[in-house]
Antibody
Framework: QVQLVQSGTEVKKPGASVKASCKVS????????IHWVRQAPGQGLEWMGL????????SYAQKFQGRVSMTKATSTSTVYMELTSLTSEDTAVYYC????????????WGQGTLVTVSS | QSALTQPASVSESPGQSITISCSGT?????????VSWYQQHPGKAPKLMIY???NRPSGVSYRFSGSKSGNTASLTISGLQDEDEADYYC??????????FGTGTKVAVL
C-alpha cells in the first residue's frame, strides 16, 4: 500500500522560506514522479511542479520559477519542496502526490502540509 | 499557463446525471489524452477519479465516466448519490511539460 506522509504545519514570516517534506513508502521510490500541488484557503488546486525520483529532473510551473526548488533523498525515499520569499499569498495547504512514472496522473496523495505566512 | 475553465457549480437531484465541462486549448486538453479528474471532499486530499480522458482507476464507481471533444473534456456522473457532493477538478498535461488544473466545480446533490 503506497503512502505519502508529509511534514507538519509551518508558520513563517513574510520573506522567509519553507521546506516541506514528503516521505514515500510501499513502492519503489525511483519509479515515480512526485508532484507538488497547493490550495489556498477556499481556493482551487494549483500545480507547482514535479520531480523525477529516478534522476532528480524537475519541471516547475512558470509562476514559481526561481522561487521553488524540489529535491530528493533516495536513501530515505523523501522528496522536499522549498519555497522562498514567502508572502501572505503563499498561505495554503501544500500536497505532494505520486505519479507512477509516465502515467501522467496522480493516484496517491499525501495528507497535506499547512503553511501559514503571517507577520 | 492559465487554469482550465470549469463551471463554478452544478446541482442536481439524487439519481439524476450531471456533466462537468473542462475547457482548455490545443496546448493542453486538445493536444494530449492526458486529462484527469479529481474529487475533493472538504478538508480532504484530492482523489483520482478518471485518468487519460476516460479510464477509471480500480475502486472508482462505474457511475463516473469521462470524454473529450476538441479542447473540451467532460466528466459525467450518473445516478447521482449524496456522497458525490464534492469539488471536482480537471487536470491536463501541457506542451510545456507541465500540468494545469481546472478552476474547480462544486457539485451539490439537492
Amino acid at each position: 500500500q503506497v503512502q505519502l506522509v508529509q511534514s507538519g504545519t509551518e508558520v513563517k514570516k513574510p520573506g522567509a522560506s519553507v521546506k516541506a517534506s514528503c516521505k514515500v513508502s510501499g513502492d519503489t521510490f525511483s519509479g515515480n514522479h512526485i508532484h507538488w500541488v497547493r490550495q489556498a484557503p477556499g481556493q482551487g488546486l494549483e500545480w507547482m511542479g514535479l520531480i523525477n525520483a529516478a534522476n532528480g529532473g524537475t519541471s516547475y510551473a512558470q509562476k514559481f520559477q526561481g522561487r521553488v526548488s524540489m529535491t530528493k533523498a533516495t536513501s530515505t525515499s523523501t522528496v522536499y519542496m522549498e519555497l522562498t520569499s514567502l508572502t501572505s499569498e503563499d498561505t495554503a495547504v501544500y500536497y505532494c502526490a505520486r505519479e507512477p512514472s509516465g502515467t501522467y496522473n496522480c493516484d496517491k496523495w499525501g495528507q497535506g502540509t499547512l503553511v501559514t505566512v503571517s507577520s | 499557463q492559465s487554469a482550465l475553465t470549469q463551471p463554478a457549480s452544478v446541482s442536481e437531484s439524487p439519481g439524476q446525471s450531471i456533466t462537468i465541462s473542462c475547457s482548455g486549448t490545443s496546448s493542453d486538453v486538445g493536444g494530449y489524452n492526458h486529462v484527469s479528474w479529481y474529487q475533493q471532499h472538504p478538508g480532504k486530499a484530492p482523489k483520482l477519479m478518471i485518468y487519460d480522458v476516460n479510464n477509471r482507476p480500480s475502486g472508482v464507481s462505474y457511475r463516473f465516466s469521462g470524454s473529450k471533444s476538441g479542447n473540451t473534456a467532460s466528466l459525467t456522473i450518473s445516478g447521482l448519490q449524496d456522497e458525490d457532493e464534492a469539488d471536482y477538478y480537471c487536470s491536463s498535461y501541457t506542451s510545456s511539460n507541465t500540468y494545469v488544473f481546472g478552476t474547480g466545480t462544486k457539485v451539490a446533490v439537492l
